[in-house]
């Protein structure tokens, strides 16, 4: 994959832009240096641009556990890609390891913030975690579900602080075995 290079002064001038834009000064004292401050941001926050996650999957091993590995709670900051603002909340992601190939925990949170660490939807996200793990990994099945808040839909628009919207991407087993895609949900949802 081509790595992409964030160009730092681009981000700058445009925030220049933005500043002159909605009216305000960018040479006050507090603007003066917000174009360099947001353009070191997005640099952080968009730092998912150039990773290739499918890499974190390439170290597995083997371990004779053929059953459910939820990983549960793993923290998300992303940004949506309609309104550049963010949207944030908790990822769960299920697999059934196939031939026992396994990976680290730490792998699979890695994976979602990678993918999260770009101009998203939250549908997208949800899938390109499932499909990742499930190209990478081909176990028997996988599960990601994402629950999310959206500052797009709380500061502006329809106004609903605190309304979670709840994505969800099954593969193999799970999307074939409704007894089985429940008994994970179930595991997802409990709270222990
Ligand atoms: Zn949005």
Redesign the pocket.
């Known amino acids: 994959m081509q790595k992409k290079v964030i160009d730092e002064a681009k981000i700058e001038e445009a925030v220049h832009m933005i500043l002159e834009a909605i009216g305000e000064d960018p040479e006050r004292e507090g603007l003066q240096n917000t174009p360099k401050r947001v353009a070191r941001m997005y640099r952080e926050i968009f730092a998912g641009m150039n990773s290739n996650p499918r890499e974190f999957l390439q170290v597995s091993f083997t371990e004779f556990h053929d059953e459910l590995v939820l990983v549960k709670d793993i923290p998300l900051y992303s940004m ?4 550049l ?1 963010p ?1 944030y909340g908790k990822a769960h992601v299920a697999y059934i390891p196939r031939g026992g190939k396994v990976v680290g925990i730490s792998k699979l949170t890695r994976v979602a913030e990678a993918y999260a660490m770009r101009p998203q939807l939250q549908e997208r996200l949800t899938s390109q975690i499932a499909d990742c793990i499930n190209d990478s990994l081909k176990p028997f099945g996988v599960a990601v579900v994402i629950e999310a808040e ?4 709380t500061m502006r628009g329809v106004r609903k602080p605190g309304a979670l919207t709840v994505t969800s991407a099954v593969r193999g087993i799970f999307e074939t075995r409704p007894e089985t895609r429940a008994e994970v949900f179930s595991l997802i949802n409990q709270k222990i």
Do not use: V
């Open positions: 949506c890609e309609h309104h603002l949207f959206h500052m797009c839909m």
